[in-house]
């Protein structure tokens, strides 16, 4: 059983995005997902609650609860991910201490880049593998992206080659209860989905060989 995290201190910058979106990814691969929401805003279990499917399966946890929460998934799931809440916070520690791998979403925009080193340092802190993952990204500017990529390099941090755009399709399936790639398989917003999963497989099986 393998864990990643999803973090990053500056609210609404696609962390829930991001945990649903490659958790239905895994999901479709055939693997079995534990999606677990620390944040009491618990924006996860309600978009779980609007959900007809029930994989993958999703739970809600505390920090205390956590270490127990995974020793009952371990033997039943290949994979669990974390969605953990904005702001300092004690659940963003606990569940990075216990992961294989940490993304850290960011819009292009100033202030979440300015909140990244503090969540990098966690990450550093626990001696976590982490990279970032561009999110929410003009489709029509490809500078944005550029500048952002220099940014998060200039802080020493690896990034996720896979960039996401902002594409109607995540407010439209979260409303649904569910994601872009089972709203249609056929949209950019899905193959950008698909290709940060198969990018992301990729690190977990580098994180078993480490
Ligand atoms: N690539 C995208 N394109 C368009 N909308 C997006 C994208 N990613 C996320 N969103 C939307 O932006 C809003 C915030 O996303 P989300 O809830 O995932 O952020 P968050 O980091 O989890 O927020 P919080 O810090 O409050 O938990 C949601 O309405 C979501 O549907
Ligand atoms: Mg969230």
């Not at 991001?18 to 895994?26: D, F, N, P, Q, T």
């Not at 292009?108 to 561009?134: H, S």
């Not at 399709?169 to 398989?185: C, D, F, I, K, M």
């Amino acid at each position: 059983m393998q864990i990643i995290t999803i973090a990053m201190q500056k609210g609404g910058v696609g962390k829930s995005t991001l945990a649903k979106s490659l958790a239905v990814a895994a999901t479709r691969d055939g693997l079995s997902v534990l999606l677990i929401d620390m944040d009491t805003q618990q924006s996860i279990s309600q978009w779980a609650e609007r959900r007809e499917a029930d994989m993958p399966v999703v739970i809600f946890s505390t920090e205390n609860e956590l270490p127990k929460k995974l020793a009952q998934a371990e033997g039943t799931a290949d994979l669990v991910i974390i969605d953990t809440p904005p702001a300092r916070s004690t659940e963003a520690p606990a569940a990075v201490e216990v992961s294989d791998l940490v993304l850290i979403p960011t819009t292009p925009d100033v202030e979440p880049l300015e909140q990244m080193p503090r969540t990098l340092r966690l990450c550093r802190g626990f001696g976590r593998p982490v990279f970032a993952v561009i999110n929410m990204a003009n489709p029509t500017g490809p500078a944005e992206v550029a500048q952002t990529r220099e940014v998060i390099e200039a802080m020493g941090a690896q990034m996720a080659p896979i960039v996401l755009h902002r594409r109607k399709a995540h407010r439209a399936a979260s409303a649904a209860g569910v994601t872009v790639q089972e709203l249609s398989n056929e949209t950019k917003a899905a193959d950008e989905v698909a290709n940060l999963w198969k990018w992301t497989y990729t690190q977990l099986q580098n994180c078993k060989g480490a």
